[in-house]
């Protein structure tokens, strides 16, 4: 069994930083959306959260892709 390369190492590192801005992004807009009821600012957070979740799970997805195998 082979150990894991650099760039294998850097690439996990890089997905899994992204995968917690996804957390975190979907959170907020989970908290914005459930406080939507109180005030209109947080529809304004909320509304572009599933565009920023896509593109931020397409370049989590591409940084994958591009690590060593």
């Known amino acids: 069994m082979q150990g894991k390369t650099p760039s294998q190492h850097?690439?996990?590192i890089v997905v899994v930083i992204m995968a917690?801005?996804?957390f975190v992004v979907g959170l907020v807009g989970h908290l914005a959306g459930a406080s939507i009821a109180n005030s209109d600012s947080?529809?304004?957070i909320a509304a572009p959260v599933?565009?920023?979740v896509g593109v931020l799970a397409f370049i989590a997805y591409k940084?994958?892709?591009k690590?060593?195998?």
């Open 42 to 44: 947080f529809g304004y």
């Open 67 to 69: 690590g060593d195998y």
């Open 10 to 12: 850097k690439s996990e």
């Open 50 to 52: 599933p565009l920023i």
């Open 63 to 65: 940084v994958a892709e």
């Open 20 to 22: 917690l801005l996804v």
